[in-house]
């Protein structure tokens, strides 16, 4: 059953460990692994984490490397590093003996697809949520490679307000206030990869968007539903922007991310 956050439990987080740093809840399989935007934190998921463990399934949220630190450490990360994060969490899960459900959001979805792509026995199916295939600010692809560069001048940029319909969880909202430059060019060159092994994705697929997003334009959705090699299922949404774990339509986004495992992989 999902529920707004005010009335959902956070004690039964399960404290991080040495091997492992985020929010992880035990339950039953599969398993569903979520992964947050750039510069984000593990709080971005731990509304919709909380929704899937109440239905009964262990959720794990990691924090990416070089998030929930300081903006300095992201801005020496690289995409590997993000994606070890990623490869490494669902290891300890255990998703080598039980594929796991993958969740994203934006970066976190072009992780979902990398692992989806590069550990296909890993992912038993893909939740993307408003995925950072194009964005909006094309422009960022052109002068790509002059971010490095740019980077020496001006290291950090205003991250500006979070693109949220919702006022309240825009004030809410943890993550960095500046935007490194480098891993910015990181997001992009990942970006790069992803688009051009996306069609060796064969698992079932749940995209879930906002025509109304400022960050990812649509046509990342429409370009997908023609490339993924499995099973896809699409989710627009009407009163959210990109942000959508956190904005208004966050209780039907859990709720369709339950049908689907339910539906799709249950059955």
Not at 232 to 242: A, D, W
Request: some cysteine.
């Amino acid at each position: 059953m999902v529920q707004e956050r005010s009335s959902l439990a956070k004690p039964d987080a399960v404290p991080a460990t040495a091997e492992f740093r985020g929010l992880s809840y035990p339950g039953q399989v599969p398993a569903h692994l979520f992964l947050h935007g750039f510069t984000a934190t593990p709080e971005e998921c731990r509304f919709l984490a909380e929704c899937v463990h109440a239905d009964g399934y262990a959720a794990w949220v990691p924090v990416l490397a070089g998030h929930a630190s300081s903006v300095e450490e992201l801005a020496r990360t690289r995409w590997q590093d993000w994606y070890r994060t990623v490869e490494e969490a669902a290891a300890i899960i255990g998703a080598a003996k039980e594929p796991l459900v993958i969740v994203g959001q934006s970066l976190g979805g072009l992780l979902a697809l990398h692992l989806a792509a590069t550990r296909p026995n890993w992912v038993r199916g893909i939740v993307l949520l408003a995925p950072a295939l194009f964005l909006r600010a094309r422009w960022l692809e052109t002068v790509r490679p002059a971010l490095p560069w740019l980077a020496r001048i001006r290291p950090f940029w205003p991250r500006g307000q979070s693109d949220l319909a919702d006022p309240q969880a825009r004030r809410d909202r943890v993550g960095y206030e500046q935007i490194p430059l480098r891993a910015l060019g990181e997001l992009l060159e990942l970006q790069s990869i992803v688009r051009r092994e996306v069609e060796r994705v064969h698992q079932p697929t749940l995209i879930v968007q906002s025509r109304q997003d400022h960050t990812c334009s649509w046509q990342g959705v429409e370009w997908l539903q023609t490339r993924l090699r499995g099973f896809v299922e699409t989710l627009e949404l009407r009163r959210s922007y990109h942000v959508v774990s956190l904005d208004y339509d966050r209780a039907v986004v859990a709720r369709a991310i339950l049908r689907f495992v339910a539906r799709t992989l249950n059955a």
